[in-house]
């Protein structure tokens, strides 16, 4: 059984950082790329950033490059989500994803299997 779990989400001002992880259990962690994909309120889930299967290849939104920093760990089965330079439009649920196949990775439809999701907030 495939899960994703998220954690490290929370309340921040505007400004400060925060790192979210997302732990993968149940699959051949290396095997996947992953990626991190966030949803505001009446909003429709928006692509954040993916890492390739080894860690050596990023993509970032526009919205977050220069501020978001995604990096994982194999070893651990976990991926990560550093937040800096927050702003008040950065609030929403953040899910990780697992991807099997390098295609359309900043849709959603691309992605195998997807966590709960964590809350991030950040106040203006």
């Known amino acids: 059984q495939v899960q994703l779990e998220e954690s490290g989400g929370g309340l921040v001002q505007t400004g400060g950082s925060l790192r979210l992880s997302c732990a993968a259990s149940?699959?051949?962690?290396?095997?996947?790329?992953m990626g991190w994909f966030r949803q505001a309120p009446g909003k429709e889930r928006e692509f954040v950033g993916y890492i390739g299967r080894s860690g050596g290849s990023t993509t970032y939104a526009d919205s977050v490059k220069g501020r978001f920093t995604i990096s994982r760990d194999n070893g651990k089965n976990t991926v990560y989500l550093q937040m800096n330079s927050l702003k008040p439009e950065d609030t929403a649920v953040y899910s990780c994803?697992?991807?099997?196949?390098?295609?359309?990775?900043?849709?959603?439809?691309?992605?195998?299997?997807w966590g709960q999701g964590t809350q991030v907030t950040v106040s203006s």
């Open positions: 149940g699959v051949t962690f290396s095997n996947y790329i």
């Open positions: 994803a697992a991807a099997r196949r390098w295609t359309f990775l900043t849709q959603p439809s691309a992605y195998d299997y």
